[in-house]
């Protein structure tokens, strides 16, 4: 078992094959440097970032195995869900996975407060077997910040760029990690370089409620999806369409109604739509539209 996994049996072999097709990846192959990467690009560019069912009062459990059977379906979710069914999904592949507590943070946090981890944030670190066991050979894998990296980062302090994009890792003393991506949603993320621990889920569980329904989260009062590629990061955030091109530039346009709200959500993000009734339909535009008519108030004021 790997650090941080749970003791929990192992899902069905078909959950991990349905997974795997909505990566678009029928054939993983041998674990290696070159597939983690390829396995990170996918789930990035395939499975959205995005808070519909949380926005609708309904918000879906954090059991990777959960997880994985709704992003086979389409769906898509926040951190929790993401690192969680994609740990486990490398996991099985034969990756060697460690979950790590977390934290997100702004850019004008205090060097002090990142000295603690908050723990609304669930982080991994990957070693491919038969690499070196050492640092050089562990990677710091995440997609769960929507905007975060297109591949791994090498888990040891440095730069780095990808494409336009750049980040840093940097040791914690007596902590673990940070990684910087100023600019982004989540400009500073800082984990303990210690396992979570064999709880899997359960161990987040209480953050998860709070962030999935507290009226103060912001997941409960701002409607998001982001999704990114090689070149860009497609985000929604209310009815704001934007895309972060650093080399094409940067575009941003408000969507008119629920048509296009629904058609981009599909379309770009590549939500799945099936699991929303009519009733569903009308409820979040609403909420969207408050939402962000409330925003644009307070920004003319």
């Not at 066991?133 to 995440?142: N, Q």
């Not at 987040?204 to 962030?211: G, I, K, M, P, T």
């Not at 982001?226 to 934007?242: C, E, F, P, Q, T």
Request: some cysteine.
């Amino acid at each position: 078992m790997t650090s941080g996994a749970s003791a929990d049996p192992q899902p069905h072999p078909a959950i991990f094959a349905a997974y795997l097709r909505r990566l678009g990846i029928e054939e993983p192959g041998a674990p290696s440097v070159e597939g983690l990467f390829a396995l990170q690009r996918a789930h990035l560019e395939r499975v959205p970032y995005e808070n519909v069912d949380i926005q609708l009062g309904r918000a879906p459990g954090i059991d990777p195995e959960l997880s994985a059977r709704r992003f086979a379906a389409g769906r898509g979710g926040y951190c929790f869900h993401l690192n969680g069914a994609f740990a486990m999904l490398l996991d099985h592949l034969g990756y060697e996975v460690t979950r790590h507590v977390g934290g997100v943070y702004k850019e004008s946090q205090s060097e002090e407060a990142l000295r603690g981890v908050s723990g609304d944030h669930l982080a991994l670190t990957v070693r491919v077997p038969g690499e070196a066991p050492d640092r050089e050979g562990v990677y710091y894998v995440d997609a769960g910040l929507g905007d975060g990296p297109h591949e791994p980062l090498p888990l040891r302090e440095g730069a780095y760029r990808q494409g336009a994009f750049a980040y840093s890792l940097e040791r914690l003393p007596s902590l673990g990690w940070l990684y910087r991506h100023p600019g982004s949603s989540a400009p500073l993320v800082n984990f303990r370089a210690e396992p979570a621990g064999t709880a899997g889920a359960a161990g987040f569980e209480a953050e998860h409620v709070r962030l999935s329904t507290s009226g103060d989260s912001g997941f409960v009062r701002t409607f998001a999806a982001l999704r990114r590629d090689a070149d860009a990061i497609d985000a929604l955030r209310g009815r704001v369409l934007s895309r972060t091109d650093p080399v094409k530039g940067n575009t941003e346009r408000v969507l008119d109604g629920p048509e296009e709200f629904y058609a981009v959500l599909e379309g770009v993000f590549g939500r799945a739509l099936d699991d929303l009734t009519p009733t569903d339909r009308t409820a979040l535009w609403a909420r969207v539209s408050r939402a962000h008519e409330s925003w644009a108030a307070g920004r003319e004021g």
